[in-house]
């Protein structure tokens, strides 16, 4: 298995744009959040932070699939490093453009925009810094861009803009950004201008580095609560402390008895309130004592005031009653996490990703998992996990495949139900992506689409698929 590897210097090099075409909108832009081109129909963001820009290795680069009444294709996309026209910076060796994204209408035009985080940016001679760049959204897709403001004080190695979330923290109807690194965590308030400049922006001292961070409205007052997971002496299985608008200032809350590194936040059992759904994929050990062998997920319901502290969440893993699987060591088990409405029952379901999972003698060819929201919570009532072996899936299981590194539950062809789309981050050594079609009796393999990484010209070791924007 190939693991990620930050460069440690950046060497100037040049590069090149790929794009297609994309049709304009027609009608006036949508106001959706992930609708780059405002025609109404959701568009998917892959990173591919292993692009080859020219003779740059790794500089990375952003892949838009865009929806339409019949999902994605390869031919609808557009291909964005930092050598595109209107686009900041320059494409160099180890950036890691791409690794990072979030979107959402930062200006407020009604296009959404996305925010791309390059962790391993080096600015004058501090290496590794990163930095973060808003590409504009508009009737012909995304282009252009601008640098979200940096803090002067980042250090060598801080690989800030590591996590990113889009939303409005604040409730006043502007989207807000914050970016987590290893050692600083900032917040922009918004809206901002076409020069990226936001309504203004502040360190959150308090956490000093968090390299997670996901967000979503927990206590139904309009202001998304932002999340920073991260590991702690003391607490291997990740501490979760979240942030709270009180109506005049940021209140920091903390569960103490959660766990997890990656998480989304929607309404799994219907009630008004956000739910918390945490991924915990590392077995137990000497090191570690919290999780379940193969790995977990849970949930922390929402409610008036947050989640409680002291509720029992949820917590289901391959060995939970109904759910289908069994655990083994290093399957990865909620290593990726989203959260949608598949079926369109009003219920936010959840997706968890396991790419260690082997099946057969291929190893870590990867699996993902669909769980169903109810009245009562997740259940595993009517759970499925799905693999390149299931059938009507395209491709095939092999090893190192890593099928579900990275999953997003969207509804692209605006049926009302969501999609999900399930990276393969190893497939060939580049890359893939999956899309299976939501309906009322779950997803299906009518219209499956898969599309791998040469298919939209992303060179190099690629990396395509390892993360999708939220």
């Given at each position: 298995?190939?693991?990620?590897?930050?460069?440690?210097?950046?060497?100037l090099?040049t590069?090149?744009?790929?794009?297609l075409p994309?049709?304009?909108?027609?009608?006036?832009?949508s106001?959706?959040?992930?609708?780059?081109?405002?025609?109404?129909?959701l568009?998917?963001a892959?990173?591919?932070?292993?692009?080859?820009?020219?003779?740059?290795?790794q500089a990375g680069?952003v892949?838009?699939?865009?929806?339409?009444?019949?999902?994605?294709?390869?031919?609808?996309?557009?291909?964005i490093t930092?050598?595109?026209?209107g686009?900041?910076g320059?494409?160099?060796?180890?950036?890691l453009?791409?690794?990072?994204?979030?979107?959402?209408?930062?200006?407020?035009d009604?296009y959404?925009?996305?925010?791309?985080?390059?962790?391993?940016?080096t600015?004058?001679?501090?290496?590794?810094?990163g930095?973060?760049?808003?590409?504009?959204?508009?009737t012909?897709?995304?282009?252009?861009?601008?640098?979200v403001?940096?803090?002067?004080?980042?250090?060598?190695?801080?690989?800030?803009a590591?996590?990113?979330?889009?939303a409005?923290?604040?409730?006043?109807?502007?989207?807000?950004?914050t970016?987590a690194g290893?050692?600083?965590?900032?917040?922009?308030r918004?809206?901002?201008?076409?020069t990226?400049?936001?309504?203004?922006?502040?360190?959150v001292?308090?956490l000093?580095g968090?390299?997670?961070v996901?967000a979503?409205?927990?206590n139904?007052d309009?202001?998304a609560?932002?999340v920073?997971?991260?590991?702690v002496?003391?607490?291997?299985?990740?501490e979760?402390?979240?942030?709270?608008?009180n109506?005049?200032?940021w209140?920091?809350?903390?569960?103490?008895n959660?766990?997890?590194?990656p998480?989304?936040?929607?309404?799994?059992?219907?009630?008004?309130?956000?739910?918390?759904?945490?991924?915990?994929?590392t077995?137990?050990s000497?090191?570690?004592k919290?999780?379940?062998?193969?790995g977990q997920?849970s949930?922390?319901y929402g409610?008036?005031n947050?989640?409680d502290?002291?509720q029992?969440p949820?917590?289901?893993h391959?060995?939970?009653a109904g759910?289908?699987?069994?655990?083994?060591?290093?399957d990865?088990f909620?290593?990726s996490?989203?959260?949608?409405?598949?079926?369109?029952?009003?219920?936010?379901?959840?997706?968890?990703?396991?790419?260690?999972?082997?099946?057969g003698?291929?190893?870590?060819?990867g699996a993902?998992?669909?769980?169903?929201?109810s009245a009562?919570?997740?259940t595993?009532?009517?759970?499925?996990?799905?693999t390149q072996d299931t059938?009507g899936?395209?491709?095939?299981?092999?090893?190192?495949?890593?099928?579900?590194?990275?999953?997003?539950?969207?509804?692209?062809?605006k049926?009302?139900k969501?999609?999900?789309v399930?990276g393969?981050?190893?497939?060939?050594g580049?890359?893939a992506?999956t899309?299976?079609?939501g309906t009322?009796?779950?997803l299906?393999?009518d219209?499956?689409t898969?599309i791998?990484a040469?298919?939209?010209?992303?060179?190099?070791i690629?990396?395509?698929a390892?993360?999708?924007?939220?």
């Open positions: 298995m190939r693991k990620r590897v930050l460069l440690l210097a950046a060497t090099t590069g090149l744009l790929t794009a994309i049709t304009p909108a027609t009608a006036a832009p106001h959706l959040t992930g609708d780059f081109n405002g025609d109404g129909y568009d998917i892959l990173s591919a932070a292993g692009h080859q820009v020219g003779t740059a290795q680069a892949v838009v699939l865009y929806g339409s009444s019949s999902g994605v294709s390869a031919a609808r996309r557009t291909l930092q050598n595109s026209t686009v900041p320059t494409a160099e060796a180890g950036d453009f791409g690794e990072s994204l979030a979107a959402g209408d930062l200006d407020g009604g959404s925009d996305l925010v791309v985080g390059a962790p391993s940016e600015i004058g001679d501090r290496d590794a810094v930095s973060a760049t808003i590409l504009w959204g508009g012909s897709g995304l282009s252009g861009g601008a640098l403001p940096q803090p002067s004080t980042l250090s060598e190695w801080g690989n800030f590591t996590g990113i979330a889009v409005d923290f604040d409730g006043d109807g502007k989207l807000d950004v970016l290893r050692n600083h965590v900032r917040l922009y918004g809206p901002f201008t076409r990226g400049t936001p309504a203004s922006n502040l360190g001292g308090e000093g968090a390299a997670n996901f979503g409205d927990l139904h309009g202001a609560e932002r920073y997971p991260f590991l002496d003391g607490d291997s299985g990740g979760i402390d979240y942030f709270t608008w109506g005049s200032k209140a920091m809350k903390n569960l103490p959660a766990d997890g590194l998480g989304s936040i929607a309404d799994i059992n219907g009630d008004g309130y956000g739910d918390m759904v945490l991924g915990d994929p077995d137990p000497t090191a570690k919290t999780g379940y062998k193969g997920i949930v922390w409610g008036p947050g989640p502290p002291a029992t949820t917590v289901i391959q060995d939970t759910a289908p699987g069994t655990a083994e060591a290093d990865m909620g290593s996490i989203s959260t949608g409405d598949i079926n369109g029952d009003g219920y936010a379901d959840v997706a968890v990703g396991a790419p260690g999972e082997d099946l003698k291929a190893a870590e060819a993902v998992t669909v769980l169903f929201g009562s919570g997740l595993t009532k009517g759970a499925k996990t799905w059938e899936v395209p491709g095939g299981s092999e090893a190192w495949d890593q099928f579900g590194q990275s999953v997003r539950l969207i509804d692209i062809n049926n009302g969501a999609d999900l399930a393969a981050g190893g497939e060939n580049y890359g992506v899309v299976l079609r009322a009796s779950g299906t393999t219209y499956a898969f791998s040469r298919d939209v010209s992303v060179q190099g690629g990396d395509f390892w993360a999708i924007a939220q």
